[in-house]
């Protein structure tokens, strides 16, 4: 069965899913470990971070002196938006900035020190009808409160002085204004008594009695709106949306009186003269009704200095906002979602995960040798004893079955740390015991398999080997080659002379093993296993791809010669550092790859010790489940 026959399967066995989970269990307890270990650092070792916040409602009704049209036109196009940046200006930070310091209730390292990063941290919100939410952050929480009230108080200051400075210029202007509308209606009811002098006639009674009523109406708006134009010239330019409000309205009255007016001739001549003057008067009889009316509002206002501004809620004492609590449920949940995106990867990725799935694909016939993971929790026997030797004792078996001209093994891996140069060495110390075995580091670049039983590799060939051999010969004849000091790989394993002396090694001893260096990253496994009868490819759980095992067989011309090893070990972390780890797990012992030794756990750290004891309770767990479900 190859790959893109598993992939299609449109079944996914149950009972495999929960033996993933709980196989990578150990892949879960470290992330969550791991992320919960730096965020326990970064919560200690983080600032407190305190927040306050207060709300204001703004009134709408500094406009509330003038008519109701030109108030309301006032209140729509003052929106909220200029109050928020009254409050975040530098006039009112810098007063409140400089109260807080002068106050010495505060180290110095806790104010903020200018304008800008104060605004860093204050937050000012509307809801563009009435209310301000106003917050600050601080890393004293007392501090948090203390100055945004502080903020409030500067911010209604500062609005109580616009409305009193208002008021003063509002009541000077029309002081200013009354005497010049009291000549202008002197001189209106002058002009309409000398016209009914020279008239005789009191009154008129008009036909259009409705036309004129409507016209006068529409002058009397012109008047206030030009007065109201002097009057804003005081606050307001003329670009200001107020004033080109106030402009758009009175062209607009305009029309209507000129649509009217054009229509007056048909009114007789006398008529309309007596109705101008007596509308002229009523005009400024109004206009210094309303002036006199103002003064009066503007000097209440001035003397009670009343600003439109509201505290709704105090700042209270900051609440803590960072470093949160929740912080360790997101680790948690970023766990689980690490944790449940490498499962899918597992199920859909291209690395190999199981035996049966290597079986599947190349045959199981092809596999001779495999460390597996096994459950000895279930068995009653609890001596120590070495079950990665047992295993290798039976794959020993399958090579001394080889045919005598297939005993030259080249051990073979696509990637790095697949586990070839310790399998390589673990043949050679099975085989040596009772055959004749040659054991050669050939990987040069890594010299792994030199370096961990400490040989010389300073050799430049073969020639420079031979005067030194008898070093490297144990006691039974087998022999151990370290690797060589070479410069040019390709030609130094395709040359004559190194194909002679692997030739004369294969006549010499019984066993010919090689370590070579990684098949898909180097051209050097390809050379050399040419000139070995058998291939041992190591496939490594969760590292091997099915695609590194078709770029491998394809490049061997005699499929024959191919034999399949399953390595299946873990990575774990101690004190020392990480160390490859085979997970065969008894009541009391681990067998650790690296080092070649059985502990009883004595010498563990507590870590290790908990974690297998949570393994073995997990997988107690498993086979429970793995049984009601069968």
């Not at 709106?225 to 005081?234: D, R, S, V």
Request: proline share 2%; charged share 30%.
């Amino acid at each position: 069965m190859r790959k893109q026959d598993l992939i299609i399967k449109d079944e996914i066995d149950l009972i495999s899913i929960f033996s993933v989970i709980l196989d990578n269990f150990n892949l879960l307890l470290s992330i969550l470990v791991s992320s919960l270990f730096f965020l326990l650092i970064y919560y200690l070792s983080a600032a407190n971070i305190y927040i306050s916040e207060s709300m204001l409602e703004i009134k709408q009704d500094r406009a509330s002196f003038l008519p109701q049209s030109l108030s309301q036109s006032l209140s729509q196009s003052n929106d909220l938006d200029a109050e928020v940046e009254i409050y975040k200006s530098n006039s009112t930070v810098l007063d409140a900035l400089e109260i807080i310091k002068n106050s010495n209730n505060y180290d110095e390292s806790d104010i903020p020190r200018s304008p800008d990063d104060i605004r860093k941290n204050l937050g000012v919100y509307s809801d563009k009808r009435s209310l301000i939410t106003i917050s600050f952050k601080s890393t004293n929480r007392k501090l948090s409160s203390d100055l945004l009230n502080q903020f409030n108080a500067e911010f209604i200051k500062d609005r109580e002085n616009f409305v009193k400075e208002s008021s003063v210029a509002g009541r000077k202007f029309i002081k200013r204004e009354i005497p010049k509308i009291k000549g202008l209606l002197r001189e209106a009811e002058e002009n309409l008594n000398d016209f009914k002098v020279s008239t005789n006639r009191s009154d008129f009674i008009f036909d259009t009695k409705t036309r004129n009523v409507k016209l006068e109406r529409l002058k009397n708006r012109i008047n206030e709106i030009e007065f109201k134009e002097l009057e804003l010239k005081e606050f307001y330019k003329e670009t200001h949306p107020i004033y080109l409000t106030l402009t758009k309205q009175k062209e607009l009255i305009q029309s209507q009186i000129l649509e009217i007016e054009n229509d007056l001739p048909l009114i007789p001549s006398t008529q309309r003269q007596l109705e101008n003057f007596k509308r002229e008067v009523e005009i400024y009889s109004n206009v210094l009704r309303e002036l006199s009316s103002q003064e009066i509002s503007f000097s209440m206002t001035e003397a009670s200095s009343r600003s439109n501004v509201r505290i709704i809620n105090s700042a209270s004492v900051g609440v803590k906002i960072a470093p949160s609590m929740y912080l360790f449920l997101l680790a948690i949940a970023f766990t689980f979602v690490v944790y449940v995106v490498l499962l899918f990867s597992h199920f859909l990725g291209d690395k190999i995960t199981t035996f049966d799935s290597l079986a599947d694909y190349i045959g199981k016939d092809e596999i001779i040798g495999e460390f597996p993971l096994i459950n000895l929790t279930n068995q009653k026997e609890s001596n120590k004893f070495n079950i990665a030797d047992e295993l290798m004792n039976k794959f020993i078996y399958e090579l001394t079955h080889f045919e005598s001209d297939k005993r030259s093994i080249a051990v073979v891996g696509s990637r790095k740390d697949v586990g070839k140069t310790e399998i390589a060495r673990r043949i050679f110390d099975k085989l040596k015991t009772k055959y004749k075995t040659c054991l050669l580091d050939l990987d040069y670049r890594k010299k792994g398999l030199s370096k961990d039983l400490s040989l010389d590799t300073t050799f430049k060939n073969f020639e420079d080997f031979k005067k030194n051999k008898d070093d490297y010969i144990l006691e039974n004849g087998s022999m151990i080659v370290p690797s060589f000091d070479i410069e040019d790989p390709a030609d130094f394993f395709s040359s004559e002379s190194f194909t002679t002396e692997i030739e004369e090694l294969k006549k010499e001893f019984d066993f010919v093993i090689c370590d070579t260096a990684p098949w898909k990253l180097f051209v050097d496994a390809k050379i050399i296993s040419k000139l070995f009868s058998s291939q041992l490819y190591i496939v490594c759980n969760k590292v091997t791809s099915f695609q590194d095992i078709d770029l491998f067989t394809s490049d061997i011309p005699n499929q024959d010669s191919i034999k399949f090893f399953y390595n299946k070990f873990n990575l774990y972390f101690n004190f020392l550092g990480y160390k490859y780890q085979y997970p065969y797990y008894s009541k009391d012992f681990y067998y650790e790859y690296a080092g070649y030794s059985l502990n009883d756990g004595k010498g563990n750290s507590y870590l290790i010790r908990l974690y297998m004891n949570l393994k073995n309770i997990f997988l107690k767990i498993k086979q429970t489940i793995t049984d009601q479900l069968r």
